[in-house]
């Protein structure tokens, strides 16, 4: 999920009074997860088609504003733990469910910033400052928010009970990032500060949903099942845990060039926007077929597909707009699309599947993983502007400014690999 995408950490949130507590309502976590990710996914993948015609920001300002986002979520999904406990014990009304409604609340003000910058100054266009201010502020709740949301979602469930709720949670989110990206692409163009305020108004109704919250997340177990863990699952945990910070090199790598390639193509931006949408589609119907389908559990070929396709994708959405002729080009554009959305989703699930079947415990904390993730939010995005920064200030042609920024990622991916690889091996040996 965008800031939303983040595996199942089950960071332990609560005092010793969550322990009385039931497993949140799964219907209701999935709508609150649902309603919010309407407006999360929105603003951390649409939110660059509106700066280019709204705000009028060049691509490497685009970049610069994904950069924003990570270094934002970064410190604030590593600090939610150890906050949170502060806070519980220093102030004995305070609680999870408290500031979950919290974060939805700044969320929500944060989405009016552009309306109110614009009523302020009085001029067509929203003032550029109040992007600025939404993305670090919006981005830094994202990382408060998700971490302690799914602690509600795993509080109290173990076994096949939990991947069947992170399976159903998965669906969730991930269809309403699509839903979201559809019905913003008519407003993209011209209303992005309604569209904003939409989503605002959206965070707000997601708080009748938060009612049939305990106050504290139940505690989590990890029930050790009847027999060991094949020795390969072990394997797969540790490359996984490398290869789902690659996976979000790659895709704040793409989004933020997504305008870029659709203005190649001469298309208007809600149609580029409508287009944003294919990979999160092709994502959400590669989350339904693996929780369907088990017979990727285990098996190594899963990492293999899943790095192919993100790679493979993300080269062919970059290059066709630029190489192609306008349809070969679109078509070309959506089927990359397509390919790297099935890599994100498969990457995602492998990684949430061994996180919770092998490592639930280990993960608690979460401060490294949460820092590779946000990591990959800087790095990714960091390729796109040192390229696109590159061909503005004539150091090389427009033409290079893509394959530069394909060898960038392809640099950073062959790194995060190798270590995958070598962090797998050493796991082998340790379970030998």
Do not use: D
């Not at 906050?83 to 979950?100: D, W």
């Not at 099935?342 to 490294?368: C, F, H, S």
């Not at 392809?410 to 030998?432: D, E, K, P, Y």
């Amino acid at each position: 999920m965008t800031a939303s995408e983040r595996p199942t950490s089950s960071p332990s949130l609560g005092r010793a009074s969550s322990l009385a507590c039931p497993p949140s309502p799964l219907w209701a976590v999935l709508a609150f997860a649902f309603i919010n990710s309407l407006g999360s996914g929105v603003v951390s993948n649409g939110i660059f088609f509106m700066a280019k015609e709204n705000f009028g920001f060049s691509p490497s300002q685009n970049y610069l504003l994904a950069i924003i986002y990570g270094l934002a979520y970064i410190p604030a999904a590593m600090a939610i733990g150890p906050l949170l406990r502060r806070m519980t014990a220093a102030h004995g009304l305070f609680n999870p469910r408290l500031a979950v409604a919290t974060c939805i609340v700044v969320m929500a003000i944060t989405c009016w910033l552009p309306w109110f910058g614009q009523w302020l100054a009085g001029t067509p266009k929203p003032p550029a400052w109040t992007l600025w201010a939404l993305m670090p502020i919006y981005s830094a709740c994202c990382g408060l928010l998700w971490p302690m949301v799914e602690s509600f979602l795993s509080g109290g469930r173990t076994g096949l009970q939990l991947r069947s709720a992170i399976g159903r949670f998965n669906v969730s989110w991930s269809s309403a990032l699509v839903i979201g990206m559809l019905a913003v692409s008519p407003l993209a163009q011209t209303q992005g500060v309604l569209a904003l305020q939409l989503i605002g108004v959206c965070h707000i109704l997601s708080l009748v949903t938060l009612i049939p919250f305990p106050t504290f997340p139940a505690k989590h177990e990890h029930h050790a099942q009847g027999r060991p863990h094949p020795a390969v699952y072990f394997q797969l945990l540790a490359l996984f845990r490398w290869l789902l910070p690659l996976a979000y090199v790659v895709l704040a790598a793409l989004i933020p060039y997504l305008p870029i390639a659709t203005s190649q193509l001469a298309l208007s931006i809600g149609v580029g926007a409508a287009i944003g949408a294919v990979w999160p589609a092709s994502r959400c119907l590669c989350f339904l077929a693996l929780e369907r389908w088990h017979g990727w559990h285990g098996r190594w070929a899963t990492p293999v597909v899943g790095v192919a396709c993100l790679l493979c994708g993300f080269i062919l959405a970059v290059l066709a707009p630029i190489l192609l002729p306008w349809t070969p080009g679109l078509v070309g554009l959506m089927a990359g699309l397509v390919i790297f959305g099935t890599g994100m989703a498969t990457i995602y699930a492998a990684a949430l599947y061994y996180t919770m079947e092998v490592g639930a415990a280990e993960v608690e904390a979460g401060g490294l993983f949460e820092t590779l993730i946000g990591t990959g939010y800087v790095i990714g995005p960091g390729c796109g502007l040192i390229a696109v920064g590159l061909a503005s200030g004539g150091f090389i042609s427009v033409g290079q400014r893509e394959p530069l920024m394909i060898a960038l990622v392809s640099a950073v991916a062959a790194i995060i690999l190798v270590f995958a690889i070598r962090q797998a091996r050493r796991s082998r040996v340790a379970v030998t």
